[in-house]
């Protein structure tokens, strides 16, 4: 009843502050309109009552639709600050009523979906392709100066566009649009814009391994931000997440330190309440887990009361990592439970498979491994979903290029034939006084045009060649040369079919190198690399010719050996095994000793009963399969690392022991349903 009457209120306020007559606003006072709102709207982040009352003081009888719209837009952006998201979106039924409000309607709407944890990626571009008449891509600054481009509005369209394509790791569209965003912010010479826009894009370009780039626009960020703390202090969580990302958590917990300094200056506690839940991930990476504890209990009850229900799912989800890390696993289970209840934006792909990756790491650690093992599925899923799109943004990408070098030739092959046709109509006039000239010039047209096609051809070659390559390139790991998930995958499903109720047939070796997240932090991500090439070099060499072997994800590789019975099977993982321990690898921070554990087994699983032969419930899908190579890696990894355990035998007669086995792998282990083969590596 409360929001209604509220809603009621807004919309009587709002009604009347619109006449029916409707002139066109001088461009100063929209433009005077605009900053005073941009400012209004910016201090509603940790202030929003005030800023409420501030609307409603300086509101002013509006005499033209644009003008009105503004308004508008910053009391639906005030009130949704206030957490106040029905009438925030009665305010954006209101804007759709008023002439061309349509796309700030579109824009508000957004971002009542993105704070309510929801995709707002195609309301934003809705809201953007209407915004985009007055603001056209090229020329933003005459936009701003002569169009009345609402460069504001524009950047906001912008930048939730650009977030959801980094979320879905379409990190090609997603740098596009940043570097727009930060194009416009100049252009209407907003320094507090331009400062988050090079934020923006710092992310952005960390998520594609340009760490120095990302740290040059951080700096140019904080110079932008100089005498406006607020924009600082972003400014310095921009930079904490990408030394966060980077693996430098010291420079990480330094600038959020710093950033809690300017927000305190600000007065700006709803800033500072998102600084001290980002300040919990790095004290936690940092081993202090009571400071990382004591910080989140400072950030939870502000963001409560700011309905920041984004910011505090992400202190719950890092509690959860310091519960485990402690031990504490009822207290995680809780934690992740609220984490589950606030639910996330299903577009972001990239930041869920993050944390799970991070749950499944920590689970790992703390020897609970079927919560490892469930998180590491989920986190691999969620890569493989963004990998695919950033491979379709990429392959986009090359297709336009493509698309335009051939339409150029198109073009240049036209103007040829318009230039022969010319040739020949001139010909025809001057042919009673010079017909040997005609001749002689009719073959000449005849050779240009044979020339002609024959390049064309070769163009058309050309491009079929490229486009094989391109198909070619998106299923090989391009620092390894190894096939990726998505060429096994291509190789798996014909074979499934093909296969039936007979299961799938072959052996598998899932390895993952251990420890390698210490040599990235310690040595650097060009010593990881040179670590993942030469080790999948010594994969390669331990294993046959006609074994695929597959860059799984990071450090984990997969080997399908097709027909290879058990006891060839554990020869070769502990060919790996010696291969890759037994010498140390070469990088540029001198040679570093790596270990890998190996899970492995021989498909359809054989019987205990001494025959080897598998019954019916034994036949698996080739997805159960890799669950299985999987489950027996996290075993050789809780055992200890730098060893192999495969599956020698399994006591199931049907589907759902066999099932149930898998659930509770340790106790079957114990209970004699599962015999291990365990191999040792080379002694450290």
Known sequence: MKAMLLILALLAATAGATPAATPAAAPDDLAADRTLLANITRRAYDDPVAMLAELDRRQPVVNSPLRAQAWLLARG???????????????????????????????????????????????????????EKRCPAGDEARAVRELGCDFRATWEALRLQSREQAGQGAFVDAEAGARRALTLARAGGDKHLIALSQGQLAL??????????????????????????????????????????SKNVLAARAALEAGLVLADQADAPHLAAQLRSNLVDAFMYLGQLREAQAAAHLALPVLQRFQDRQQERNVHHNLAVVHIKLRQFDAARQELAKVAEIGADPADLVPRARELRELGDTWAEAGQYKEALAAFHGERELNARANERNRSAALEELRRKYDTAARQRD??????????????????????????????????????????????????????????????????????????????????????????????????????????????????????????????????????????????????????????????????????????????????????????????????????????????????????????????????????????????????????????????????????????????????
């Not at 979106?89 to 508000?108: N, Y």
């Not at 952005?204 to 110079?223: F, I, M, S, W, Y």
């Open 77 to 131: 952006r005030v009130l949704l600050a206030a957490g106040h998201t029905e009438a925030a979106d009665a305010v954006a039924m209101q804007l759709m009523a008023t002439a061309d409000g349509a796309d700030r309607s579109w824009l508000l709407r957004a971002l009542i979906q993105e704070r309510a944890g929801k995709p707002a990626g195609v309301l934003a571009t809705r809201a953007l392709s209407g915004l």
């Open 411 to 684: 073009l240049d092959l036209l103007s040829r034939d318009g230039q022969l046709k010319d040739q020949q109509l001139e010909n025809g006039r001057l042919a009673q006084k010079v017909g040997i000239a005609v001749g002689a010039l009719l073959l000449l047209s005849t050779a240009l045009i044979g020339v002609t096609l024959l390049r064309m051809r070769r163009a058309q070659r050309r491009l079929t060649a490229n486009q094989s390559l391109l198909r070619a390139q998106s299923e090989r790991d391009p620092l390894t040369d190894l096939s990726n998930r998505r060429h096994f995958l291509a190789v798996m499903e014909p074979r499934s079919r093909l296969a039936g109720a007979e299961g799938f047939r072959g052996a598998l070796m899932m390895i993952d190198i251990d420890h390698f997240k210490n040599v990235n932090d310690q040595h650097g991500h060009a010593a990881g690399d040179a670590v993942i090439v030469e080790v999948s070099r010594r994969i390669r060499a331990a294993v046959r010719d006609s074994d695929l072997v597959v860059r799984w994800g990071g450090e984990e590789f997969l080997v399908f050996a097709p027909e290879l019975p058990s006891s060839d099977l554990a020869q070769m993982a502990a060919r790996v095994l010696s291969g890759i321990g037994g010498a140390p690898i070469a990088t540029p921070e001198g040679p570093l000793r790596i270990t890998v554990s190996i899970g492995f087994a021989s498909f359809p699983l054989g019987s205990s009963d001494g025959s080897g032969s598998p019954g019916a419930g034994l036949r698996l899908h080739w997805e159960q399969a890799v669950n299985w190579a999987d489950m027996v890696l996290y075993k050789a990894k809780a055992e200890g690392r730098n060893r192999g355990v495969g599956i020698a035998a399994v006591e199931a007669p049907d589907a759902d022991t066999l099932a149930a086995i898998l659930q509770d792998f340790d106790s079957a282990c114990l209970h004699g349903q599962v015999r291990l083969n365990v191999l040792l590596g080379p002694p450290e």
């Open 204 to 245: 952005v370009l960390q998520q594609q391994d340009q760490v120095d780039a990302a740290r040059a626009e951080l700096r140019a960020a904080q110079t932008e931000a100089l005498g406006d703390p607020v924009a600082g202090a972003r400014a310095r969580n921009y930079e904490a997440v990408v030394e966060s990302r």
